[in-house]
């Protein structure tokens, strides 16, 4: 799986690469739309939660000082940031679990040196060890999935 941060500091880059591949470019966008809502919301919630925190030092020293009434409306207002910040934690979890779906189908970078195409048909063969076609019969040229489902041992479906 792609680092997210690596598509956040070089989008393009990226899309290049797996263009290359042959790939959809588009789940990349959606994955750095998703990180950027995801940080932002996220962002907001600490702050909320910041502000809530200062809220109950003030609540406390306004009980201390017998101003009950301004602790109670303050307690009020920390409530209503609690709750805030309760669906905006809620948010940025729903996105970042999106995030990672997203990223678990983006296919990895292809390395410099290897060929441009979209399937294996399009890869070069620069060598073969110790493979003669010759010395198998047509009975010992069955891909290996074929030979698991006729043993049991492989339900591909």
């Not at 209503?80 to 309760?86: N, P």
Request: hydrophobic share 35%; net charge negative.
């Amino acid at each position: 799986m792609l680092d997210i941060r690596r598509i956040r500091t070089d989008l393009e880059q990226v899309k290049k690469a797996i263009a290359r591949r042959g790939e959809d470019t588009a789940p990349l966008d959606e994955a750095f739309d998703l990180d950027r809502r995801q940080r932002e919301l996220a962002e907001q919630r600490d702050g909320l939660r910041n502000e809530i925190g200062g809220l109950s030092k003030q609540v406390g020293q306004l009980h201390r000082d017998g101003r009950k009434d301004d602790a109670v409306a303050l307690q009020e207002r920390s409530r209503e940031l609690g709750e805030r910040a309760q669906r905006l934690a809620t948010e940025v979890d729903e996105l970042a679990q999106r995030l990672r779906e997203v990223l678990l189908f983006v296919p990895n970078i292809p390395a410099d040196d290897c060929p441009d195409g979209a399937d294996e048909h399009d890869n070069v063969v620069l060598r073969t060890h110790g493979f003669d076609a010759a010395n198998y019969g047509e009975h010992q040229r069955k891909p290996h999935w074929d030979i698991g489902t006729e043993f049991g041992i492989l339900d591909i479906e």
